[in-house]
């Protein structure tokens, strides 16, 4: 087939995330299988207008906001008869697909991002994002939908989806699970991991605070963030740690390469994730394939990724002390720690790109 996907940012996007490594990565394999990919996206500072790379072609246009008209003209102007299936990526704004191509066309969400506006949009913007939502998906309620979660879907048939045209398939990450658990070599002392963008929908705030709680009753503990900072709120984070009377014990390594990331999710002992909500909680599957567990938050995404008690731990409250308590509920039992290690460790290599993308073609087709 030939595919024509809409979606605002590609990997090399200086915003990129979890979203784009799925959707990369699942295009890579359709053009392994024959088909043809076509990403029509957002631009960036620096960014080529036209790209090629893994078997599957970018074309940049526009920015964050004007990336929606540009693609309908280019459509218009280009695409029109071309693809024989467009994907309409929902990442918080959708292309609208279903009211311009003549072509069969599918969604693909993430996540809602009701409550995201809020944290990551000034006022009014947010409130208008917040209020515009529920009618945009209403208008596409209709419409054919693969997501990632049943959190999303539930949030989808909760603005007027049916259910039977939602269909979930399975994530997958980049990270090979390691061969064995014995081989990984942790921190001397108890340590905490945050990894990702400090923005404010991921609440890594909420991480520093909860680790000065927990310090009071583990001495030893460490705090080790990694991501980038340069939002405001990143730099109100790194001015919480200047100011924390733990901060010797809390060391921030910026943005960091794929290499080192690897290493800092398995010498730490745990990893944190406190987001507003995510589409699923891509990075605790990467912590949990190099054997170490995850503490989250009881949000959309982050309780999909971990079984509770079994393979990592759902917070009862979303709050700094709610995770404070858990993270010493974990740390400080080897036993139940060591069971969560190899729980989580086992369940990761389920969780592949093979799979993810078996299920993806069947929909398709």
């Known amino acids: 087939m030939k595919i024509l996907w809409l979606t605002w940012k590609d990997k090399k996007h200086p915003l990129a995330g979890g979203a784009e490594v799925v959707n990369e990565e699942l295009a890579k394999r359709l053009a392994l299988g024959g088909h043809e990919v076509l990403f029509v996206v957002g631009g960036f500072v620096g960014g080529e207008v036209e790209e090629t790379r893994d078997g599957f072609r970018i074309v940049r246009l526009g920015n964050r906001f004007t990336t929606y008209w540009k693609t309908y003209r280019y459509y218009k102007k280009h695409l029109r008869g071309w693809p024989d299936l467009v994907v309409d990526e929902m990442n918080t704004i959708p292309y609208f697909a279903r009211f311009y191509v003549k072509e069969r066309n599918i969604m693909f969400v993430h996540q809602l991002c ?10 009014p913007l947010s409130f208008v994002g917040y209020l515009l ?54 921190y001397d002392k108890p340590t905490v991991l945050a990894l990702g963008s400090i923005r404010a929908m991921k609440r890594t705030g909420h991480i520093v605070k909860a680790f000065e709680i927990a310090k009071r009753s583990m001495l030893d503990l460490e705090l080790v963030l990694a991501g ?58 990467e912590a949990n394939s190099q054997g170490t567990p995850a503490i989250v938050y009881n949000v959309d995404g982050l ?53 993810s993308h078996n299920q993806f073609k069947e929909l398709i087709k």
Request: charged share 30%.
């Open 114 to 123: 009701r409550k995201i506006w809020f944290y990551q949009i000034i006022f």
């Open 133 to 186: 939502e529920p009618i945009y998906l209403w208008m596409l309620r209709k419409n054919k939908v693969i997501t990632v979660s049943e959190s999303t879907q539930k949030d989808l048939v909760r603005f007027g989806f049916k259910v039977e045209n939602i269909s979930i398939i399975s994530e997958g990450i980049e990270l090979e699970p390691v061969q064995d658990l014995s081989t990984i070599v942790k």
């Open 228 to 285: 980038d900072a340069t939002d405001p709120y990143g730099q109100k984070v790194l001015q919480m740690i200047k100011e924390s009377p733990y901060k010797d014990s809390i060391r921030y390594e910026g943005k960091v390469s794929k290499e080192r990331k690897v290493e800092l999710i398995q010498k730490s002992h745990i990893l944190c994730v406190t987001s507003v909500k995510e589409g699923w909680g891509l990075v605790v599957a």
């Open 303 to 355: 309780r999909d990724a971990v079984k509770n008690n079994e393979t990592g731990l759902v917070c009862d409250q979303n709050t700094p002390q709610g995770l404070a308590e858990k993270i010493v509920q974990l740390l400080q039992n080897q036993r139940f720690y060591e069971s969560m290690r190899n729980n989580s460790w086992k369940w990761s290599r389920e969780i592949n790109f093979e799979n």
